[in-house]
């Protein structure tokens, strides 16, 4: 069984983005808007949450 993480603020998510997916740190409190790339997010804009990053494996 999955169990679902909800997406809280400065969490790494998973996000489609005008149909583009994207990876990186939310800002909850500012009507999802992201920390790294801080696109505006207009009502003619697709925007989704896909998941939350819970781990990661970085390789060198």
Not at 11 to 22: D, H, K, L, T, Y
């Amino acid at each position: 069984m999955l169990q679902t993480v909800e997406a809280v603020m400065d969490n790494v998510i998973v996000a489609n983005f005008n149909g583009e997916f994207v990876c990186e740190c939310l800002d909850s409190l500012v009507d999802y808007c992201f920390l790294q790339m801080k696109p505006a997010i207009h009502d003619f804009d697709t925007f989704s949450i896909e998941d939350v990053v819970i781990s990661s494996i970085r390789f060198h």
